[in-house]
């Protein structure tokens, strides 16, 4: 059963950095491309990018391209985010999503990031 | 403002049918697969339709998709207030090398 693990929720200040983490289990990890995708309060999907857990190999959404970054740790099958230059506006529910390609397919829960100062 | 286009809103009495539209251009759902997410309040969102027209094991066949051209809808027949829910359509666009997706719908059960 595909289980998508996320670390807990982050009170960050305007410009700073948040990581998030996201451990999956229940399949094989370097088999599915993860992407991360983030909903701000009330608003609807927005896509950040993906990652390629074989290689490493990532490709980012325009918008977020410079201060966002994914990567691997295929030992322990945890894939990263980090965004910086943090503002009130990145105040969101980033989540990790195993997929194809193309599309997510399995979602994670979702780590609440809060920027506020 | 994003990419692909759907209502805001849909609705309908427990037991009718209800239809969302998804509208993109030829980068998108003109040249890729359409897929449709249901996310019910505080969960996270969750996969129906993959591949356009296909389900996943568990989801029931009351849910419906289809594509023709640049467009896509989900049909949701016998509705049942376990339905309310937001859903969102999504494709790979190729002229920005990202997933496209909709505004979302919120479908509401009268």
């Known amino acids: 059963q595909v289980q998508l693990v996320q670390s807990g929720a982050e009170l960050k200040k305007p410009g700073a950095s948040v990581k998030v983490s996201c451990k999956a289990s229940g399949y094989n990890f370097t088999n599915f491309y993860m992407h991360w995708v983030r909903q701000a309060p009330g608003q609807g999907l927005e896509w950040m990018g993906i990652i390629n857990p074989s290689g490493g190999a990532t490709s980012y959404a325009q918008q977020f391209q410079g201060r966002f970054m994914m990567t691997t740790d295929t030992p322990t099958s945890t894939v990263f985010m980090e965004l910086r230059s943090l503002r009130s506006e990145d105040t969101a529910v980033y989540s990790c999503?195993?997929?194809?390609?193309?599309?997510?397919?399995?979602w994670g829960p979702g780590t609440l990031v809060i920027v506020s100062s | 403002q994003s990419v692909l286009t759907q209502p805001p809103s849909a609705s309908g009495t427990p037991g009718q049918r209800a239809t969302i539209s998804c509208f993109g251009n030829s980068s998108n759902i003109g040249d890729n697969f359409v897929y449709w997410y249901q996310q019910l309040p505080g969960a996270a969102p969750k996969l129906l339709i993959y591949r356009n027209n296909q389900r996943p094991s568990g989801v029931p066949d009351r849910f419906s998709g289809s594509k023709s051209g640049t467009s896509a809808s989900l049909a949701i027949s016998g509705l049942r207030s376990e339905d309310e829910a937001d859903y969102y359509c999504a494709a790979w666009d190729d002229s920005l090398s990202a997933v496209a997706f909709g505004g979302g719908t919120k479908v509401t059960v009268l």
């Open positions: 999503a195993r997929g194809r390609v193309d599309v997510p397919t399995n």
